[in-house]
């Protein structure tokens, strides 16, 4: 290991702080925690140093989306075989805010989900969960058919002036990103799928209609933001960081897919 010394709270809310991470602000956070090398109590110190930063006027949020409650006909990574769909469907707990853990975004996003005060959307597929002065306000309404719109945590950001924080990933992980799909004029549109929870606390598969959210040329997307001069990148422990408004990466997404994709 070349890192000559552990990080720490101290020192990556001072790396934070000289990124442009401020009090006050309100901050979307993807994160890989293995990028940040070293940290001296690990994802505990991260979240830390950041609500350090942030003050309690400050708030910080992050996806905690559940991957395992969609249509299972719809898997790939792994698939599984058609006879088990319908077993799938009819037997996945529901989505509940306070117990269900959230798949594939990172210690970090899990930290937060479980800290102190969080709070977390109502969404059975792609929750989000704040801690914070605004976290409520950020969380609240998360419409089932309206997962990364307007009535969504990101337009909630949006709305607030936030801001977005790559920490150790690029621009395939910005969901804020999805946002702009939203706001093309004829966006295509799939059924989805998961069980949801009832008021007596049972489980039932529903099905609705949504955008048909893809990531696929984002990186593409967020590197021709990049070379605009609209984020910042440094370095916040041994990671590499992006730091960028939220509002700005969105309006230049919206009008980049209209330009880029295929829309009917």
Not at 54 to 67: A, D, I, K
Not at 109 to 137: I, K, L
């Given at each position: ?156 950001l949006y709305r607030l002036g936030g801001k977005v ?100």
């Amino acid at each position: 290991m070349d890192q000559p010394a552990p990080h720490t709270v101290e020192s990556l809310a001072s790396d934070l702080r000289a990124l442009g991470v401020a009090a006050g602000d309100v901050v979307l956070l993807h994160s890989s925690i293995r990028s940040l090398g070293f940290v001296a109590g690990g994802a505990q110190a991260v979240v830390q140093a950041l609500l350090d930063v942030l003050g309690p006027g400050g708030t910080l949020v992050v996806p905690t989306q559940t991957s395992e409650n969609t249509d299972p006909a719809g898997w790939s990574r792994p698939p599984v075989p058609e006879a088990w769909w319908p077993v799938i469907r009819a037997h996945t707990p529901p989505f509940d805010p306070a117990r269900t853990p959230s798949r594939g975004m990172g210690v970090i996003a899990e930290t937060v989900r479980t800290w102190p005060g969080a709070v977390r959307s109502d969404h059975p597929q792609v929750s989000f969960a704040a801690v914070g002065g605004r976290a409520a306000e950020i969380v609240g309404g998360h419409r089932l058919d309206d997962a990364f719109g307007e009535t969504s945590p990101l337009g909630a950001l949006y709305r607030l002036g936030g801001k977005v924080l790559l920490l150790g990933c690029g621009h395939g992980s910005n969901t804020s990103l999805h946002l702009a799909e939203y706001r093309q004029a004829s966006p295509p549109r799939v059924v989805t799928g998961s069980s949801v929870r009832q008021p007596d606390g049972t489980g039932r598969w529903t099905t609705w209609f949504d955008v048909d959210a893809d990531e696929g040329d984002f990186e593409r997307l967020g590197a021709d933001f990049e070379a605009t001069g609209a984020a910042v990148v440094g370095r916040v422990g041994g990671a590499t960081a992006r730091l960028m408004s939220q509002p700005a990466a969105v309006d230049f997404a919206t009008a980049w897919l209209a330009a880029n994709r295929a829309y009917p």
